[in-house]
Structure formats: structure tokens, C-alpha cells
């Protein structure tokens, strides 16, 4: 996951990662420029945070909800979908 320091939706993206159990390893965009430029290139040159990768999948977390997320991670095929 790139993020920053001061996303409020970076650490609402990693409190739901947690409760799902789902392992993520996070990156800090101000800290590494090169991760700031891979940002930029998976979201069309939007410096948008969080960005969540999975492979070759990736996607722009911002106005991050947990449908969104849940969402995302069963397109990639991290979770299934919950039924009822």
C-alpha cells in the first residue's frame, strides 16, 4: 500500500486491511520519491493515496469506504464475496 503520513484515508485503508487480516506492506510516498512515481503511473498521474497493489492489479483508495475495499480485494481474488 503507498500512503502518507497524514491520510486520513491511508490509516482507515490499513485499520480495515487489519480487521480483515489481510498482510499489506506500506509505503510512504513523501518518504520515496521512486514509490511517488509509481503512484503517479498506476492512477493516470494522479498522486492519489492510498494506493493499494496486488500483482499487477492496482487501484486508488481515496474516499475510501470498506465496500470499496472488500470490493477490490475480491476482484483480485484476496476475499469472497460474503453471501446474505
Known amino acids: 500500500m503507498y500512503s502518507t503520513s497524514w ?27 521512486e514509490a511517488e512515481q509509481r503512484v503517479l503511473e498506476v492512477n493516470g498521474g ?11 492489479h492496482a487501484t486508488s483508495m481515496s474516499r475510501f469506504s470498506v465496500a470499496k475495499l472488500k470490493g477490490w480485494l475480491n476482484e483480485v481474488g484476496l476475499v469472497q464475496p460474503q453471501s446474505g
Open 7 to 33: 491520510c486520513g484515508d491511508c490509516r482507515a485503508a490499513k485499520h480495515a486491511l487489519e480487521a480483515l487480516g489481510i498482510p499489506y506492506h506500506e509505503i510512504d510516498i513523501d518518504r520515496h520519491p
Open 46 to 56: 494522479r498522486r492519489s493515496v492510498p494506493t493499494l497493489v496486488y500483482g499487477s
